[in-house]
């Protein structure tokens, strides 16, 4: 990220890789085409989870067997791939009961939240819950 928070980065998965493929074009738009061959190479090349956040637009659900989400993760559930998938920002889409459709959302405020460290030092942020201060605790 150009120098901004250099450092190693560690997760739940430290020696999982991540394969990207581009299914969207500026001037033309997310492809069928393209999003259908996109599941089908990461069939074929070895995934185990695929994380698609494409959402129709315009808030209605396509039936299965036109909507290429619907296809691609079938096919890819099928062969044993975990299929996770935008819930999208104009209503429902990417239903499948065999995909795992995550949801978010946003406020327009904030609640300010401290995390005090077992030093005293304290560090400014944004919670759910509004004002409750964190403190870090000591294994025993």
């Not at 890819?76 to 995909?99: D, F, Q, R, Y």
């Not at 560090?123 to 605790?137: D, F, H, I, Q, T």
């Amino acid at each position: 990220m150009s120098g901004y928070a250099s450092g190693v980065a560690k997760g739940v998965a430290p020696k999982a890789r991540i394969a990207t493929y581009k299914v969207c074009w500026k001037e033309s738009g997310c492809l069928d085409s393209d999003i259908l061959a996109a599941f089908d190479a990461a069939s074929r090349d070895g995934v185990d989870v695929i994380s698609i956040s494409i959402g129709g637009g315009d808030g209605i659900t396509s039936p299965y067997y036109l909507d290429p989400i619907a296809i691609g993760s079938y096919g890819a559930a099928s062969k044993g791939i975990s299929v996770s998938s935008s819930a999208g920002n104009e209503g429902p889409t990417n239903l499948a009961p065999w995909v795992t459709t995550v949801g978010a959302s946003t406020i327009d405020r904030n609640f300010p939240a401290d995390a005090i460290l077992g030093d005293g030092h304290r560090l400014r942020g944004v919670s759910l819950y509004a004002g409750v201060p964190l403190r870090k605790r000591r294994r025993l």
